[in-house]
């Protein structure tokens, strides 16, 4: 976290939520080093077998579709150019085409890369980036298992210091998520005829052209359409003068961020607002509340927890009424001291129940700033939520068994870290 970016925050947002930032910004910085640690170790002694190679190459795949990787190029560094095109070149599944736009701004470039494809699906990759050889070949998986828009974990690479951080291992398909920040991004790959239904790339959007572009294709398609590898397989280069190094030296994208949530949301007929938080590129959806009967609508308070904010019933409400398909909304609860107490609950790849952020002072935000965005979770407090009435037959003792009962029945479970609520 540069000088010139712990200013600029400070600027916005205070001395208080800068103190947070910089202690969030160290224990970043912890998992940096040992993610790096444990990357430069696995790459050293990694292979590939004869086995696995034969396997990657898709010939055992009941179709093996051409994927087109497009991409936008401007002046690129010949070096970091170079090693973008060896990393696509030692791809295990070779049956891609490259193809590269030049001459216009970003949206246009990928547009003119769009427009000659003729794979299958099309995957999008930075001129000055790199994947792992894998990539291309997990992908294939996915569409063969007939996803639409696949996306992957991934990670920055800092040139300067010869060292991996960030690993950003993402959450599932999530539309409360991106609409609080794009955090699919890369490496992304979508169906040719779903990336020319949704329009290509809008110029009106540069910066944010990708933030646009998924969430037209997302609103075409299913969710159970859109397939996420649990794997990093994408590397930002962060570079004097890159996004991924400094995403302050682009405040543009982040208007740009703004109004592609804002048109989504009213193409969707969605009445709402959208700030950006404290944090660049991160946004708050606030829905207006609209003429919905309170009756449908029940909130939970266990014994002794309180609301810091008053208008969190209208609130909640609103949220609820713009999404039909969520069954419940969480609030997040603190002690006095304010250490989160609950904030939801995942299932890790292992089927255990995680609680999220536990512990940590609800001022600060987690890594990649999810632990205040409003996010799909598997199970929250029945201490602390509004719930839909036509569910209160799923109002149990239990918090794992009602969110259960409610997703049997179809709906979704949100947390809104906003919603902060005080156990005294």
């Known amino acids: 976290m540069n000088v010139k970016r712990v200013t600029d925050y400070f600027r916005r947002n205070g001395i208080g939520s800068t103190y947070y930032a910089v202690r969030q910004h160290l224990s970043d910085a912890k998992v940096d080093r040992e993610y790096n640690r444990e990357l430069k170790a696995l790459h050293d002694i990694r292979t590939i077998d004869d086995a696995s190679l034969a396997r990657q190459t898709g010939n055992c795949l009941p179709n093996k579709p051409l994927i087109s990787i497009l991409v936008p190029t401007y002046r690129p560094e010949d070096k970091y150019f170079r090693e973008m095109l060896r990393s696509v070149k030692a791809q295990t599944y070779q049956n891609f085409e490259l193809l590269l736009g030049a001459g216009g701004g970003i949206s246009e470039n990928t547009n003119a890369a769009l427009s000659e494809a003729r794979g299958d699906y099309i995957a999008l990759l930075d001129q000055d980036d790199f994947i792992e050889p894998d990539a291309l070949y997990r992908i294939a998986l996915e569409i063969n298992m007939d996803a639409k828009l696949i996306y992957t974990d991934e990670d920055k690479y800092d040139t300067e210091n010869d060292c991996y951080l960030r690993p950003f291992r993402k959450p599932d398909f999530d539309m409360d998520l991106l609409l609080s920040n794009n955090y699919v991004c890369h490496f992304l790959a979508v169906k040719r005829e779903l990336a020319l239904k949704a329009g290509g790339f809008n110029s009106e959007y540069d910066g944010a052209q990708d933030h646009d572009f998924i969430l037209r294709c997302a609103e075409l398609i299913k969710p159970e ?159 602390c939520m509004m719930l839909r009435s036509s569910l209160e037959d799923c109002a149990v003792s239990d918090s794992g068994r009602m969110c259960r009962k409610i997703r049997d029945k179809g709906y979704r479970i949100v947390i809104d870290p906003q919603m902060v609520f005080v156990k005294k």
């Open 225 to 383: 359409e859109i397939s996420h590898v649990r794997r990093i397989l994408y590397h930002w280069r962060i570079h004097k003068g890159s996004t991924a190094g400094d995403p302050g030296e682009k405040n543009y994208a982040h208007t740009a961020g703004k109004r592609a949530i804002e048109d989504y949301l009213k193409r969707n007929g969605k009445d709402a607002e959208v700030s950006e938080t404290e944090h660049r590129g991160f946004y708050r959806v606030e829905y207006k509340a609209g003429s919905a009967d309170e009756d449908g609508y029940k909130m939970y308070l266990g014994k002794g927890i309180y609301p810091v904010k008053k208008d969190y019933e209208s609130r909640m409400r609103a949220y609820l009424e713009a999404n039909p398909d969520v069954g419940a909304v969480g609030g997040r609860v603190i002690d006095l001291l304010g250490r989160v107490i609950s904030a939801g609950y995942e299932r890790n790849e292992d089927r255990e129940v995680v609680p999220l952020y536990r512990g940590m002072n609800y001022r600060m935000s987690g890594e990649f700033h999810m632990a205040k965005l409003r996010r799909q979770v598997d199970i929250i407090s029945n201490q």
